[in-house]
């Protein structure tokens, strides 16, 4: 018979599957260690000549931006935040680790992005905490701010408009999409066994 047919028939077990493996990501999200975030932006204002367009302005901006967004990521930018007067955040949790785990680790916990069309930067933090995160935030808006003119060049004026701001709850991990994963990873892999190996004993 043909693997349509095996579908419908085990449908209920397709869907058995799907609902224990979303209980499961579900359960094992509760268990694995929360994260907050801080978010914050910084405008960047280009000291362009007067002959430049807004418009224009906006956009070589957005370009630094984006250049200083991927600097953020690298091991030099990192040091500055650590020796940052500002860097109160727990620093335990960067110390003994190989410095590809630190680089990952950096890499996942401190993030920024230039907001679309705009000349803002969107920094975001993650910590254990809601107060780590917003320490944690403030000392790499603080070397944004502070040694930027080092990597993008002293025709950009950086100025922070929205100051670290933690979240209400844990956003890592997100327990929601993980559970909607879990459902259909679980229907896919069910499904395909059942098509599989279930369609050679339909209305047996």
Not at 78 to 106: C, P
Request: charge should be positive.
């Amino acid at each position: 018979m043909s693997s349509v047919q095996a579908l419908v028939k085990y449908s209920r077990l397709i869907l058995v599957w799907g609902i224990l493996l979303a209980l499961l990501t579900g359960v094992a999200s509760l268990v694995w260690p929360k994260q907050y975030s801080a978010t914050s932006q910084v405008l960047l204002i280009s000291r362009a000549g007067s002959g430049i367009d807004p418009y224009t302005q906006a956009r070589s901006a957005g370009q630094i931006g984006n250049n200083l967004s991927e600097v953020m990521k690298t091991t030099d930018f990192y040091n500055k935040v650590f020796v940052s007067e500002s860097a109160t955040f727990d620093k335990s949790l960067w110390q003994n680790l190989t410095d590809r785990i630190q680089r990952k680790r950096w890499q996942k916990n401190v993030q920024a992005s230039m907001v679309y069309n705009t000349s803002l930067m969107s920094i975001a933090a993650f910590s254990n905490t809601p107060i780590d995160a917003v320490a944690l935030n403030q000392a790499v808006v603080d070397t944004v701010v502070g040694h930027g003119w080092e990597y993008i060049g002293g025709d950009v004026t950086l100025k922070v408009v929205n100051t670290p701001l933690a979240s209400r709850f844990p956003v890592r991990p997100n327990i929601i999409l993980n559970v909607i994963l879990g459902f259909a990873l679980g229907i896919l892999l069910s499904g395909l066994w059942v098509a599989k190996y279930k369609q050679h004993t339909l209305f047996n």
